[in-house]
């Protein structure tokens, strides 16, 4: 027996999914040009697959914050916080997290996985249990098989389905943790906080929010979905990244439970895992800075949203639920999918291709995110790309108007 | 909330479990192989572990209990689910 021989059916399915023409999980950016613009098979190519919803991967003050750090405490830290210990800028950014979201305490993670590996899988121990919604993501369900906790799922976005199987557990002794998400990464929907909060004080559990691809989008100082909904006080514990709206890489946790610093000696992806560069920790200390004083990349944010949705959605497209950065095309075939994909990069416009069991139901999608810093222009451009590509390819009715 | 949905406890035979069991894994079944208590769910009947997942939620519905995923983890075929449904109801 070989010893990928178990991979095989996988194999098949990436190759079946590859005879489009391209590999659309091995996409080459051969050249960055900006936060928009990339060179893709030597062709100047739109980018709408970034999750860098406020364009601040080029931001000069970012840049010049991560080269100043760079060459002051050089290339890498070399080592864990717990084993090499913490470096000034490490200890600076997470007093900034905790100040930015009024809590007591931060943590920064190596990566936004590992934020929620590490969190999910400690806080709740054996006697607890974990109620995730159907459509977490991977870390999530990661982080349930890495800790201990017995894991009940609930259906997505459905606050009366997670009563239910609360109500279930109600002669259980073991706490309850609500894991949800602010804006969900395949549909780009956002949970209903409010609900959600009145179920969890209703049967005593706590509540964890991932505001992975919510912070610097949702809220009056881009904090995310409870600051939106005015919740804040009601969440036990954020968890972010550092790899979207602040344009960089690692993940955060905060919270105002006096005991959450524990977590620095007994979360093993916090503990076990080299911290991050100084230059990284220098330009998401400067990001963070700016998507809470700049809300006009937010307000530019959001027109372009509310431009592409409406287009796309005059146009014909299946979109998702909710308006947001996330704007995803639903397509029954996975065939079609994938090749309207791939016509789409030939064309010069990069998206995503999620195709199930990464998917919700059994539909394939074309996830587009868009970006602060997305012209005017350059979203006309994509629109009418994808609606030459989608009447050529059948995905629409024919004789829409394009570019409407 | 939702007593309408309570389930009015009664004993309920292997072959009850088996039964509503099967009806759900039916729903999902792709590969066209009849569903028996050997066969393994994942390699036999051709379904994703999302799938599996919804099915374990049927399930709670189905007999009012809850069905933590990490303690089935092990479960591969039709029979090693019927007995852990079974478990877990008798201890609830």
């Known amino acids: ?404 | 909330m939702d007593t309408a949905e309570k389930i009015i406890e009664m004993p309920m035979s292997e072959d009850y479990v088996f039964q509503e069991t099967k009806k759900i894994l039916d729903s999902v079944n792709k590969s066209g192989v009849s569903v028996t208590g050997d066969t393994n769910i994942v390699e036999d009947l051709n379904v994703d572990s999302l799938a599996v997942m919804d099915v374990v939620m049927e399930l709670e519905d189905k007999f009012d209990i809850s069905i933590p995923l990490n303690v089935i983890s092990n479960v591969r075929t039709v029979n090693e689910l019927v007995g852990a449904i079974k478990k877990i109801k008798e201890e609830a």
């Open chain 1, 1 to 404: 027996m070989g010893l990928f021989d178990r991979f095989q059916p996988l194999i098949s399915s990436l190759d079946e999914v590859s005879a489009c023409g391209a590999n659309p999980f091995g996409v080459n950016l051969e050249r960055v040009l900006s936060p928009t613009e990339a060179v893709v098979n030597g062709k100047e190519t739109l980018l709408l697959g970034t999750n860098n919803y406020l364009g601040l991967t080029f931001d000069r003050r970012c840049v010049d914050a991560a080269r100043q750090a760079l060459e002051v405490s050089g290339t890498g830290t070399t080592g864990s916080r717990i084993a090499n210990g913490s470096y000034s800028g490490h200890t600076k950014l997470e007093q900034a997290l905790a100040a930015y979201y009024q809590r007591d305490h931060g943590l920064v993670f190596t990566t936004g996985y590992q934020a929620n590996l590490g969190v999910i899988s400690t806080i709740a121990g054996p006697d607890d249990f974990l109620l995730i919604d159907s459509d977490s993501h991977a870390s999530i369900y990661d982080a349930c098989r890495l800790g201990s906790a017995k894991v009940i799922r609930f259906k997505h976005n459905d606050a009366k389905d997670l009563d239910k199987r609360l109500q279930r557990l109600s002669g259980e002794k073991g706490n309850k943790v609500i894991i949800v998400e602010g804006i969900y990464s395949m549909l780009g929907d956002t949970a209903p906080l409010q609900e959600i909060v009145e179920i969890k004080n209703k049967h005593g559990a706590y509540l964890v929010v991932d505001e992975a691809h919510s912070l610097g989008v949702l809220g009056a100082n881009g904090r995310g979905l409870a600051e939106h909904a005015g919740l804040d006080d009601d969440v036990d514990i954020i968890v972010g990244t550092f790899s979207k709206s602040l344009g960089a890489v690692g993940g955060f946790a905060v919270s105002s439970h006096p005991e959450f610093e524990i977590l620095r000696v007994a979360c093993r992806p916090y503990m076990f895992t080299a911290s991050l560069p100084p230059s990284v920790i220098a330009s998401v200390t400067t990001a963070l800075e700016i998507i809470e004083k700049e809300p006009k990349l937010r307000d530019n944010l959001w027109a372009n949203v509310n431009y592409v949705y409406d287009s796309l959605d005059r146009l014909g497209f299946r979109l998702g639920p909710t308006k947001s950065p996330i704007i995803a095309v639903h397509i029954e075939s996975r065939e079609l999918a994938t090749h309207v994909w791939h016509e789409l990069l030939g064309a010069g416009v990069y998206v995503n291709l999620a195709l199930p069991p990464a998917t919700p139901g059994s539909t394939s999608l074309l996830r587009c995110s868009i970006c602060a810093a997305h012209k005017r222009e350059q979203l006309e451009a994509i629109v009418r790309t994808l609606a030459e590509i989608g009447e050529r390819t059948s995905l629409l009715p024919r004789a829409r108007a394009v570019g409407a």
